[in-house]
């Protein structure tokens, strides 16, 4: 089965402080990570995919399939990464679908 | 371009009733997903629909179903509303199947409320 985990549900730190958001996922086949976010008032949108090994405003996230893990994280938090942050899995083996996790609410104090 | 678009905004149904949820994908998009969002949970996959045809089916009842018209507009119906229904639901587009290559865009959600 499919199941991605976010053990956090609130994070706090200071600006300028490094941030790694957890995400644990189980999935038997090929999995396709991915991050999403979602400002306040804003729509839910991507963010980051693990494929494309890009860094999207300064977050960078690394698949690790020996520790079924793709964590989020950025060297030094600013104010406006304050978020909701979703992890999420898709892939082939079971229809295209797509499963997200519970969340982490980031918040950055000034 | 809107974006993906969601109507209605709110809807307020009782138990037992039926309800229909539509959504406008951006233009160009061939895939509809559709997202139950209960509050302080993350989304909940319902169905992905592409080229009119069911691509993906999360863990959801038989009350739960949708379709996809020829404009790729789409519709998500849910029969026999139940309390625990009440949640946002989302719409996604993409150009193809939503997945690394497919970017899946959000549309702003409806809010159900079931008394």
Known sequence: ?110 | DAGVTQSPTHLIKTRGQHVTLRCSPISGHKSVSWYQQVLGQGPQFIFQYYEKEERGRGNFPDRFSARQFPNYSSELNVNALLLGDSALYLCASSLGLAGTYNEQFFGPGTRLTVL
């Not at chain 1, 729509?43 to 995919?49: A, E, K, S, T």
């Not at chain 1, 406006?80 to 979703?86: I, K």
């Open chain 1, 1 to 110: 089965a499919q199941r991605v985990t976010q053990p956090e549900k609130l994070l706090s730190v200071f600006k300028g402080a490094p941030v790694e958001l957890k995400c644990n996922y189980s999935y038997s086949g090929s999995p396709e990570l991915f991050w999403y976010v979602q400002y306040s008032r804003q729509r839910l949108q991507l963010l980051l995919r693990h494929i494309s090994r890009e860094s999207i405003k300064g977050f960078t996230a690394d698949l690790n399939k020996g520790e079924t893990s793709f964590h989020l994280k950025k060297p030094f938090a600013q104010e406006e990464d304050s978020a909701m942050y979703y992890c999420a899995l898709s892939g082939v083996d079971y229809g295209q679908n797509f499963v997200f996790g519970p969340g982490t609410r980031l918040s950055v104090l000034p």
